[in-house]
């Protein structure tokens, strides 16, 4: 049975969060999708992976290519990833249903801590995701460190 980590961003921007995760996720062997809800944020996500440090590149894709089932990591806005993941990212307040947090390794809901909607988004996610029975937690950079916060 997975569990869902929430990640309350205040002190680093998502992209650098996000990579960090990702080459975490990779050492453990995991597939990921990293899932949006807006094809011109995952664009720049995209572009942003690229641009990383040559010495902890991610091998990814966009969705909609013609490998998308051979890529490590797939940024998509699709509920079901063709990569077979063991772990999904979400940003900017994609959905995650109940069923797939115990499918999966890991799911992790990266948020915007400086966006009063996206906290909101998070707290609701939260609710709905512990009270169908899921195992979360709840990390926050707040103190500069990232910390667990809560567990449930």
Request: proline fraction near 5%; glycine fraction near 8%; charged fraction near 30%.
């Amino acid at each position: 049975m997975g569990a869902v980590y929430f990640y309350h961003l205040t002190r680093h921007p998502l992209e650098k969060t996000l990579s960090v995760l990702l080459n975490k996720a990779r050492q453990a062997g995991w597939r990921i999708a990293v899932r949006g809800t807006d094809p011109s944020r995952l664009d720049w996500l995209d572009e942003k992976l690229w641009l990383g440090p040559e010495e902890t590149f991610l091998p990814h894709g966009r969705a909609g290519g013609p490998h998308d089932a051979d890529q490590p990591i797939l940024l998509t806005s699709d509920q079901k990833a063709v990569n077979d993941p063991t772990c999904v990212m979400t940003v900017d307040g994609a959905d995650v249903d109940p069923g797939e947090v115990n499918k999966l390794e890991r799911v992790c809901v990266l948020f915007d801590g400086n966006d009063d909607v996206a906290v909101q988004k998070a707290r609701d996610q939260w609710k709905a995701l512990t009270e169908a029975g899921c195992s979360a937690q709840y990390w926050s950079e707040a103190s500069g460190r990232w910390e667990k916060k809560a567990e449930a």
